[in-house]
């Protein structure tokens, strides 16, 4: 009897001990992968893209009103293979594609930064039917910017093609990710300290380098545009105004145009070049260079940022159209910063 108690016990033992090992989470404490919103102030580590069956895409780190910023992030479960992304993608995707790309993605979690003091109930009544206060709970706080988060905001009732698999992925994502200092707050706005450096080319194909594009300049303000954003088309008469004002001290005007895909889109850059051509643009329109959004994360057009010769981000960027006379006195600002920190 005692025998067969003692192999009871055994067996249990080694039970355990097979759970313990069971590959139901085979990521290691190192292994995480930390996804940044510097204009939110919040960071979250993920698990790497390679563990993934899904793919993860920041689709949002805006100021989405005075006062209130927001970022979001979703959860694409279409095959990895198939490239397919929501924001910039390289080829012009079939209707079979884009049908497989909407119904396969979900809100992950969408992230909201009170600033001054205010919390998600001072949300602006023109954002409350996207961005029901209810639905986020606090996350934490920084000084006086107070941070909320939502998760799976709009649950699966958009995503008719995402497997049973993606499902339980993402489920597991949400509690990954609940974990103690798994997402952590900061001061929003930070600006990285890295220069930013890149090698593109102008619209009509002539080499640009950043160090000599910035280095001439004491700021450069970097327009990021689209030719099919409103607003952006609306103030480039106004951009080329200032840059006419502002080239006398020093401070420079350049754009880039998001949705050329590639040196070789030629369509866009023809529309591009006729839009220019039409508000009587002279400064300068880049074409996009590879990883530019890990340097100028826009997800809102038009973006502005301010940049030193040094290559580096002076200050927070602007996420709206703005007339001359206001882009003007931002520049001031930011030469006044320049300044001091001299």
């Not at 899904?54 to 959860?75: H, K, Q, W």
């Not at 890295?194 to 009509?204: G, H, K, N, R």
């Not at 030629?266 to 006729?274: C, D, G, H, L, V």
Request: proline share 6%.
């Amino acid at each position: 009897m005692k025998f067969c108690k003692a192999i009871r016990v055994f067996v249990a033992f080694l039970l355990v001990a097979v759970i313990a090992v069971s590959p139901v989470c085979t990521l290691s404490e190192t292994s995480w992968e930390t996804m940044r919103f510097p204009l939110t102030g919040v960071e979250i580590d993920f698990p790497p893209a390679s563990e993934l069956i899904g793919s993860l895409e920041l689709t949002s780190d805006i100021d989405l009103a005075p006062g209130v910023r927001f970022a979001e992030v979703y959860y694409i479960g279409a095959p990895k293979e198939m490239g397919l992304s929501l924001y910039r993608p390289d080829r012009v995707y079939t209707e079979e594609e884009n049908q497989l790309l909407y119904s396969s993605c979900v809100s992950l979690l969408q992230i909201v930064c009170m600033d001054d003091g205010k919390t998600i109930n001072h949300m602006p009544s023109d954002h409350r039917d996207s961005l029901d206060p209810k639905s986020f709970r606090e996350l934490g706080s920084y000084e006086d910017h107070n941070f909320y988060i939502s998760w799976l905001p709009d649950g699966y009732e958009s995503a008719g093609m995402l497997s049973a698999e993606a499902k339980e992925e993402i489920e597991s994502l949400v509690q990954s990710c609940m974990e103690p200092d798994r997402i952590r707050v900061f001061k929003p706005g930070e600006v990285s300290s890295v220069p930013i450096e890149f090698e593109t080319t102008d619209l009509d194909g002539n080499p640009v380098q950043s160090g000599e594009l910035f280095g001439k300049n004491t700021l450069t303000m970097v327009n990021v545009w689209t030719t099919w954003c409103g607003a952006c088309l609306y103030e480039l008469p106004s951009l080329q105004s200032l840059s006419a004002r502002i080239s006398k001290k020093n401070v420079a005007v350049v754009g880039i145009v998001m949705d050329i895909q590639s040196p070789d889109d030629s369509e866009t850059i023809r529309n591009a070049k006729q839009l220019i051509a039409d508000a009587d643009v002279q400064y300068m329109n880049l074409i996009p260079w590879d990883g530019i959004l890990d340097v100028l994360p826009t997800y809102a057009f038009p973006t502005t940022y301010f940049i030193d010769s040094n290559g580096k981000l002076v200050g927070e960027p602007v996420t709206s159209a703005m007339s001359s006379y206001a882009y003007e006195s931002i520049i001031k600002e930011r030469l006044a910063v320049l300044v001091q920190g001299n």
